[in-house]
Structures are given as structure tokens and as C-alpha cells.
């Protein structure tokens, strides 16, 4: 199957010859058709699965096709949950809206809320947003949705992880034109809060699962290493960056501080390293993934607000210095390599604190992780055996209970046989009663 045979507008197809590949991924032949029958739509795919466009395409196609609801309104919302994923989807929108008269903008936290404003006052046709800034400008009555043709949540399992759930139903209620199309995108369908929101938002939808999103990519191979501490997982690196051939490398901390401590001894070693965080303005934020897309630097240290949303071919490796406190976050993690058909490696340092979140991702994964060595790295730690747990009373005399009791042998008591006295056969001998004497009379009593 190809774009052509998915029934779309020629212009969208022209448009599409800005990417390099012409076949549609599975989600995208699944969802789009269905999609543009004006249906609500409840999918899941893995990352790297080209869901983007699985939802922008007939998004637009529809816009072109139909009158719009509203004059003013805006007919498409993206809602996603990070910063940095939306510049990546909104980048994609732009690259499908070359050559028509539709205006798209971004909104999101971080940057000048009236500059927004103003934006939101030339009336674009479409927005891609994170739910924060958007119920923001809702509750500031500086936009409307009353028009709204189509509805998108991308990343629907993050941004309720994230605590966004309020700002979602606040945009659904603002969102009330009943022909509304909702399209709800997850990395996984077995979340209970996507669930709840999906029964509120969405009408009879169609579910769509492609592949697992509990899985890594094939084209990415996966190695953990084994640290005893902090020493040990910086010694390590050092020796994976020199042994390694790499083009860019992501490295996921755990904390702010870990981002700059790290950037910091990296830059020392002169490896053209540079730190995101989310404590960052959202121009320094923008700088900086600028300067990296553009190889400016090598390596990127940062925490998992660059985990989903950043695409960027020449990502060979990704290390876990840390690993996630989400399980989720780890496929995310190791997904900024191998992409688009590109091989990747994703390399984990487990630490003693690390140990419980690596039996979270192989439960995850189900699968068995197994560890590399480096020569002359070799660690003390070689994991944590799972803690017995206690017996209670109750499993205890369900065990006793379960063992076979011997039986008590009860000895009977030994009749005592009466037709014998002294060995000697009563029957063989006379009884004679004796007769008892007569009481003895003291006279001198009387």
C-alpha cells in the first residue's frame, strides 16, 4: 500500500515528498482511513511508529474537503504533553501546510504569554499546544473553541501521568461543537486514566492497537552494565565514549544538578557536551536543542523532558546514567536512536539504586536482561536477591494443614482378668468369708 491508495488530497501528497519514505507504517494505514470518515479514533504504537502523521494527515485532509464550523475558531488542536515534543509536531505541521493558505502557531509554557496572545488574535487555523498554556488562554478568554473540528491528544498516557487531567477537561468543555472529532493517541491502552478520559471524550471510538508499545525496536541494541557507585558509572562513560564510534549521544541523568555536574566533566575531557533541564527558559531550551540538532554539539546530557518529541537522525547511542523512576520512560529513552531505519545502541549503568527500576523494565519487556563487562571495570555489585517474605500464621497453618499428621497409636487398657488371684484359679478354691470380731467391752466403764 502506498500514501495514493489511502484516498487523500493531491496536495497533502505532494507535500509528502518532503519525507523519504512513500509506503505508510501500519498505524498510519490503519488510522488514517478511519479517521477520515469523521470517527473518533483510541490508538496505540510504539515510538518511532510514524503516529505524527497518522494523525495530522487526516486532520487536514478533512479541512480541505469541508466547510469549517466557525469563521474564527481554530478547526484543529494538537494537544501534547511536553515543550519539546511540541516544536517537533508543530515543525511536522508546517512541513504539510507549505504551499496552502492555512496559518498554524504554537503555544506552550515557557514563552511570552501576550506575544501568544497576539498570535491567537490573527485567528490560525490550527494549534498545537500543551494543555497547561491552552486552558491558560481559555480562562483568559484570548481563544475560543467553540468551532473546534478536531481534537488530538498525543501522548494521551503522559500528560495524565503529568497531572494534566484537569486542563483536559477543561479544554473538552470548551471544545463543545457536536460533531467535534477526537483522536487519542497512547503509548499503551492498559492505563486506567486514559481510559477514564477516553469515556469522556471520545464517542464510540474505534480502538486501534499496532504492535507493542512495550517493546524496543529491533534495529536498537540494548547493553546494561553493572556500577557500584557514582565513581564507578562516570569511569565507565569515560570509557565507553573512547571506545565507542559515535556521531551524537544522549545521556539520560536523574536530577538537574546530575546534568550540569556531568556536562561539566565532560567538557573538561573537551567532548563538546551541552545540558537540557526543565528548569531552563524555553529560549534557552530552544537554543540548545538547536545547537544539538545542528551538531554543534556531540553530546547531550539532560533528563527525560527530552525523552519523546526529539528526532534527530544522528543519534547513534543513548546512555542510561541513571535509570527511569517511569517504566515507560526507558522505551522513550532508547528510542531517540535507530531512527528513521538507522541502527542504535542504548547502553544502562545499574547501580544498587538502580536495581529495582531494571526489574521493572524486564517485567515490562518481558524479558531477561543480561550484563556486559568492560576489562578492568569490573564491579563488586552483582545485584540484589529478592528479600524472603515473611510467613504469616494464617499461610503457615495453611502449610501445617497441607502435611499429613501421623496417627496417635492408643494403646487399649489391659482388662484385668478376674478368674485368677495369685496364679492360682478362684474357681479351684473355697471362699470362705471371715467373720468379724465381736467389739471388745471395757466393764470397768460401765
Not at 544538578?257 to 533541564?277: F, G, H, M, V, Y
Request: proline share 4%; charged share 30%; with cysteine.
Amino acid at each position: 500500500m502506498q500514501f495514493k491508495d489511502l484516498g487523500l488530497d493531491n496536495r497533502l501528497l505532494k507535500n509528502l515528498m518532503h519525507y523519504d519514505f512513500k509506503t505508510p507504517t501500519e498505524i498510519q494505514q490503519q488510522a488514517i482511513p478511519y479517521s477520515m470518515l469523521g470517527k473518533d479514533l483510541l490508538a496505540s504504537s510504539k515510538t518511532g511508529s510514524g503516529k505524527t502523521l497518522a494523525f495530522l494527515l487526516p486532520m487536514l485532509h478533512k479541512s480541505l474537503k469541508s466547510k469549517a464550523f466557525s469563521a474564527r475558531d481554530p478547526r484543529g488542536v494538537i494537544l501534547v504533553p511536553t515543550r519539546e515534543l511540541a516544536k517537533q509536531v508543530y515543525s511536522e505541521l508546517r512541513t504539510m501546510l507549505a504551499g496552502f493558505s492555512y496559518t498554524a502557531t504554537l503555544i506552550s509554557g515557557g514563552e511570552n504569554f501576550n506575544d501568544q496572545v497576539k498570535a491567537l488574535r490573527r485567528y490560525p487555523r490550527f494549534i498545537v499546544a500543551t494543555p497547561g498554556r491552552l486552558a491558560d488562554h481559555l480562562d483568559h478568554r484570548s481563544l475560543f473553541l467553540d468551532g473546534l473540528e478536531t481534537l488530538v491528544l498525543d501522548e494521551a498516557d503522559r500528560m495524565l501521568d503529568l497531572g494534566f487531567a484537569p486542563q483536559l477537561r477543561r479544554i473538552h468543555r470548551a471544545a463543545k461543537h457536536r460533531r467535534r472529532q477526537t483522536l487519542c493517541f497512547s503509548a499503551t491502552l492498559d492505563h486506567d486514566q486514559v481510559n477514564d478520559i477516553a469515556s469522556e471524550m471520545l464517542n464510540a471510538p474505534k480502538s486501534i492497537s499496532v504492535g507493542t508499545s512495550n517493546s524496543v525496536d529491533k534495529d536498537i541494541t540494548q547493553r546494561f552494565y553493572l556500577c557500584d557507585h557514582l565513581d564507578h558509572k562516570e569511569a565507565l562513560l569515560d570509557r565507553i565514549l573512547e571506545q565507542e564510534d559515535y556521531r551524537q549521544v544522549i545521556i539520560f541523568t536523574a536530577t538537574r544538578n546530575d546534568t550540569e555536574r556531568l556536562t561539566d566533566k565532560l567538557n573538561e575531557r573537551k567532548l563538546k557536551a551541552i545540558a537540557l533541564s526543565g528548569n531552563l527558559t524555553q529560549t534557552q531550551r530552544n537554543t540548545i536543542m538547536s545547537q544539538f540538532e545542528r551538531a554543534v554539539f556531540k553530546i547531550l546530557v539532560t533528563t527525560d523532558v527530552a525523552s519523546r518529541g526529539l528526532d534527530i537522525s544522528n543519534v547513534t547511542h543513548v546512555i542510561n546514567f541513571d535509570m527511569p523512576k517511569h517504566t515507560e520512560e526507558y522505551v522513550h529513552r532508547v528510542g531517540r536512536t535507530g531512527r528513521a531505519g538507522n541502527t542504535g545502541d542504548a547502553i544502562s549503568f545499574v547501580g544498587p539504586k538502580d536495581w529495582e527500576s531494571l526489574k521493572r523494565v524486564e517485567r515490562y519487556l518481558q524479558q531477561e536482561m543480561s550484563f556486559s563487562v568492560l576489562e578492568g571495570l569490573q564491579g563488586k555489585f552483582k545485584g540484589i536477591k529478592p528479600a524472603k517474605k515473611p510467613v504469616s500464621k494464617t499461610q503457615a497453618g495453611h502449610a501445617g494443614a497441607q502435611k499429613a499428621k501421623p496417627k496417635k497409636v492408643t494403646k487399649k487398657p489391659v482388662k484385668r482378668d478376674k478368674s485368677f488371684y495369685n496364679n492360682v484359679d478362684v474357681g479351684d478354691n473355697v471362699f470362705i468369708p471371715k467373720k468379724k470380731k465381736a467389739p471388745v467391752i471395757d466393764d470397768d466403764n460401765e
